[in-house]
């Protein structure tokens, strides 16, 4: 439900980058959006055109790329690719994970004109 | 609306309007810029000869303000002594009882404040403030959360002593406040027996957020089905980390173990900075 938010805060950005490097138009925005970041990326597709519309991103094309999610057992030393938070390490089926990608929410890149 | 800054355009409300005394945010914070300060245009700016597309590597946080807006709180917090907690629980499990209790106890010897985060009603700052602690509420609207800008204005109204204890209490939902620092010292995830021992599965990203989880209404345990033991797995398997008390507001159960851990984490969290200013 906070991805309207969360597209709130992107066309800040946005704003503030067309201000200090001088462009008028957004054409591309490239987001990183893990799957542990608690954000879903179909509702911020739909909650960045919503409001991006009339603005200097109306019509821009988003990227989503969805990086995997990986975890460091601090029981055996493992790293793997994990799924869920509550996941167990795949090597020895202890809970004790440190996650180490997979929570990222930023914006990567943008093409701009 | 806020008349300084314009914010506030949309639907939050914080009691008694909004004023900017404390020198809190706009000066403070540099990067704290609003849309509507560039003008009508697309980016109010126009620019001769950039047409041609480019590409700009950015790799910016899209939550970076509200960070810098929490990270502005959090000095505040440090600079006056103030322990801060972010309390989060999906709706009805006992915040607000679980609140006055523990004011009862530690309003008698702290001054303390309370910040209260509901979409609507100012219900929970008037109980609050029955137990004669100040209490300030925000109304978020359509809003599902609090973020560390509305608390940076909360505090300017609230005004807290040096040395105090400030309660936020978020708005009632175990999904989007877990994304939003506040400025806290920590998040304290309150879950009743009422509920399911699965939520913290159902509801990782909270509980992988807080530090400590409260198991409230414990009175009820000879009625429900809930299983202390497995509730308490659960979170861990989110957050191996996580403390884990049982409280009930009602009968005042486990109520002084949750008094002596806000004791205990504030007197850590100021020794800690304290090192890290002898260090320097």
Redesign the interface.
Known sequence: ??EM??CE?????L?????S?????V?RVC?EVGP????EPEALRFGFDVVTRG??ADGAQLDIFEPQATATC?ACGTTAVIQ???D?CPSCGS???Q?KTGEE????????? | MCTVCGCGSGETRIEDGTKHALGYGHEATP?H???HH?GA???????PG?????????????????NSYADTNRRYFAEHGIFALNLVSSPGSGKTSLLVETLKKLGKTHACYVIEGDQQTTNDADRIRETGVPALQINTGK???L?GHMIGHALERLTPKDGAYVFIENVG?L??P???DLGEAHKVAILSVTEGEDK??KY??MF?AADVMLLNKTDLLPYVDFDVEIATA?A???N?EINVLTVSAQSGDGLEDWIDWIGTARAKLFAGYAATDAAE
């Open positions: 439900m906070h938010s969360l805060n992107i066309l800040g950005i704003l503030d980058e067309a201000a490097q001088n462009f008028s138009k054409d987001l542990l970041s608690g954000v603005s200097l601090a869920d938070r509550f167990p809970h004790l994970l996650i929410l930023r914006i990567k890149e943008l093409e701009v004109s | 990067d810029s609003h849309h560039y245009g697309d980016a109010g700016a126009s620019v950039m047409s041609q597309s480019r590409l700009i590597q950015l790799e910016q946080d899209i939550l970076s303000k509200n809003g599902c959360h973020d939902n999904v989007c877990a994304a939003f913290p599965l990782p990203d992988a659960n861990r398997k989110i191996p």
